[in-house]
């Protein structure tokens, strides 16, 4: 008894030392969100100064209001809501239905072409910037939405097919080869059986494709050429403070009203973010 009441306490001194370093961790991780924040309040242009606190002593919501008033941010915000949409929308809606024939069918060249997509998405964005603006160029797509949703979609999709693909691989045929003796049709297999007990991956898929596009701004400030068609991260980047130019609160109040709509979305989600990942991720 003695001997179980000993294995107890060490058990739950250990599990209390992990919950401490892991709450220390995640005040470590935030230390850089609340000195933006804090950067964000001050009514003074400077970004570090020997007796820098994170209480400002000269607090002000004059910044954000100069981030609404005096930059196009809610034409920003609208890019971005349609880029963030769009390729959402398109990523999943060609990745989920190529990842269940990739999943479920067996044909000539199947391997080939999946391993094929996998090092085309490995490859650096950056060595394929030139050979896609001399592509999309003469086609009149740069300085154009439609011309950054391709490089974005094209990218994701490949991400979908394969994030999908690893879920729909635990899935057992024996589910659908059941739900076939009852009657089901396949399109009704796909809709009423493979959807629903993959929507936790669904999700997880469209956040993850969604932060890529909310996040990515080497693509957009070479592609979008005029302050009214940035998406949120370029007209941030464009807000980047010099020496002599600029203010450091402004970019810090801008980069936390960025980041809002992205953590609102995250901890809406958070509860099919674990499932999501870890089956998403099983080797097809």
Known sequence: MAYKTGKKARKAALLLVVNLFFVLLCFLVLIPVLYAFSVSLNADNSLLSSDFSFLPKHMTLANYRAVFVEEPILRWFSNSIWMAAAAVFISLGTGIPAAY????????????????????????????MTALYKLLSPMGLINSRLGLLVVYTGTMSVFALWNMKGYFDTIPLEIEEAAMIDGAKPVQLVTKIVLPLARPTIVVTGMMVLIYVWNEYIFAINFMTGEETYTLAAGLYSLQATEMSGSWPVFAAASIVVSVPILIIFFALQKNMTTGLTSGGVKG
């Open 101 to 128: 024939v990739f999943s479920r069918k067996k044909f000539p060249g199947r391997k080939v072409i999946l391993r094929l997509l996998i090092l085309l998405y490995a490859f650096p964005a950056l060595l394929s």
